[in-house]
Nanobody
Framework: QLQASGGGLVQAGGSLRLSCVVS????????MGWFRQAPGKEREFVAA????????YYADSVKGRFAISRDNAKNTVYLQMNSLKPEDTAVYYC?????????????WGQGTQVTVSS
C-alpha cells in the first residue's frame, strides 16, 4: 500500500511537506518517486530518490524548489515543496520507480491534493 498525506491549500510562495508511507513491501529495496496529476492532464514525474538516498533526480519544473528524502526505518518517503506556484496544483502520489523516472508497477495508492492559490 502507498498512502500519501500532507497536502492542503497554500498560497503561492508557500511550502508543504508531503509524506508517503509504504507497507506490504520491502521499502528499502526500492527506488522511490513522486508523481503528480493535475485536472485534465496526464500524470507526470516530479522527483525520485534511490534506495540508499545517495542519488536524487528532479523534473526541471521543480528543480531547486522541491527536495525528496526518505527514511527507510519508517518506510516513508518525503517531498519538501518550497516556493510553490499555482501550476504545482495537483494530486500527488508516491510510487516505486525504475531509475530515475519510470513507475515500476501500474499501481497508484492514495494520493494527496495540493492546491496553490495565486
Amino acid at each position: 500500500q502507498l498512502q500519501a498525506s500532507g497536502g492542503g491549500l497554500v498560497q503561492a510562495g508557500g511550502s508543504l511537506r508531503l509524506s508517503c508511507v509504504v507497507s506490504g513491501r520491502t521499502f528499502s529495496s526500492y527506488n522511490m518517486g513522486w508523481f503528480r496529476q493535475a485536472p485534465g492532464k496526464e500524470r507526470e514525474f516530479v522527483a525520485a530518490i534511490n534506495r540508499s538516498s545517495t542519488s536524487t533526480y528532479y523534473a526541471d519544473s521543480v528543480k531547486g524548489r522541491f527536495a525528496i528524502s526518505r527514511d527507510n526505518a519508517k518506510n516513508t518517503v518525503y517531498l519538501q515543496m518550497n516556493s510553490l506556484k499555482p501550476e504545482d496544483t495537483a494530486v500527488y502520489y508516491c510510487a516505486p520507480v525504475m531509475w530515475p523516472d519510470r513507475v515500476l508497477y501500474d499501481y497508484w495508492g492514495q494520493g494527496t491534493q495540493v492546491t496553490v492559490s495565486s
